[in-house]
């Protein structure tokens, strides 16, 4: 089992930054990629950014591309995303997951792959 647990949320204005921590515990084996999603109300979840742990393989949504940054402490054993030039549209609550990644598999931004979730942190960006 894994336990992940997410920090750093809170209210910016645009143009403003964040920065989300998410710090796993338990059996480190169980995973080796660790993403960042998001879910606004009444819209889907939306897999933000993820990082492929040990190889530095990284994945970013278009949305975010060039303004978030995601990195691994793997002393500390936390993700981090880095948030910047935030904008309105990035208000929702962000999630921290994580799986193994088999042979047939990608470290991306596909939900159904990830098993273990964090209970959330909420962002809100104001204009």
């Known amino acids: 089992q894994v336990q992940l647990v997410e920090s750093g949320g809170g209210s910016v204005q645009a143009g403003g930054s964040l920065r989300l921590s998410c710090a796993a515990s338990?059996?480190?084996?169980?995973?080796?990629?660790m993403g960042w999603f998001r879910q606004a109300p009444g819209k889907e979840r939306e897999g933000v950014a993820a990082?492929?742990?040990?190889?530095?393989?990284?994945y970013y949504a278009d949305s975010v591309k060039g303004r978030f940054s995601i990195s691994q402490d793997n002393a500390e054993n936390t993700v981090t995303l880095q948030m910047d030039s935030l904008k309105p549209e990035d208000t929702a609550m962000y999630y921290c997951a994580a799986f193994r990644v088999s042979l047939s598999q990608y470290c991306s931004g596909n939900y159904r792959l990830y098993d273990y979730w964090g209970q959330g942190t909420q962002v809100t960006v104001s204009s």
């Open positions: 338990g059996d480190r084996d169980s995973t080796n990629c």
């Open positions: 990082i492929y742990v040990g190889r530095i393989r990284t």
